[in-house]
């Protein structure tokens, strides 16, 4: 089973701000979080990955609480183009259980 | 990141043939890789781990003489689809794992099987 548990579906329109939340009650200590993205037929693209706290990069940012329970994938301004399914996973990749994909976050931005 | 490479990027085969796909790792030594499925409208399951010069680890539920995985090199790795049937017939991405944590994924090869 995934670990992890995101809202199916999410709306928002151009230049907002959009924010996913993933739960992960679950999380080991040597656990980092990763997000991706994926567009229709083609393969999830890495976004954002972290431990603690708040990392930033040119295209998102990622909020993670103290008990690291959550984290919180942030997209600013979002464009039509930002139109995807959007997938957290967590773990530490030694094992396999790390791989398994949630079901995602469906996110449409509408003009 | 590592870049990945699939081929073919589509196949359309007849039912009861094979069809091999391969997962290249461009620019990264890759002692493992992963393999998923995925259908229409669906998140990507998790079919194996393709382990270099050794045995591939299947995911329960998916059979091993079914889809045959090689991985020879460092850099390729080979899933076949044997004996296929409509069935069979979704979306197949590769993935490597590099920095400890972060995969990153071929393109995906659509297969339709009629």
């Known amino acids: 089973l995934a670990k992890t548990t995101q809202p199916i579906s999410m709306d928002s329109y151009e230049g907002q701000e959009v924010n996913i939340t993933c739960s992960h009650n679950n999380i080991a200590t040597n656990d980092y979080i990763t997000w991706y993205q994926q567009f229709p037929s083609q393969g999830p693209r890495f976004i954002i990955q972290g431990y603690k706290t708040k990392v930033t990069n040119e295209v998102a940012s990622l909020f993670i609480p103290a008990d690291r329970k959550s984290s919180t994938l942030s997209l600013p301004r979002v464009s039509l183009s930002d139109t995807a399914v959007y997938y957290c996973?967590?773990?530490?990749?030694?094992?396999?259980?790390?791989?398994?994909f949630g079901a995602g976050t469906r996110l449409t931005v509408k003009p | 990141g590592a870049v990945v490479s699939q081929h073919p990027s589509r196949v359309i085969c007849k039912s009861g043939t094979s069809v091999k796909i391969e997962c290249r790792s461009l620019d990264f030594q890759a002692t493992t890789m992963f393999w998923y499925r995925q259908f229409p409208k669906q998140s990507l399951m998790l079919m194996a781990t393709s382990n270099e010069g050794s045995k591939a680890t299947y995911e329960q539920g998916v059979e091993k003489d079914k889809f045959l995985i090689n991985h020879a090199s460092l850099t390729l790795s080979t899933l076949t689809v044997t004996s296929a049937h409509p069935e069979d017939s979704s979306f197949y991405i590769c993935?490597?794992?590099?920095?400890?944590?972060?995969?990153?994924f071929g393109p995906g090869t659509r297969l339709l099987v009629l």
């Open positions: 993935s490597v794992v590099q920095g400890g944590e972060t995969q990153y």
């Open positions: 996973l967590v773990g530490d990749h030694d094992n396999n259980n790390d791989m398994r």
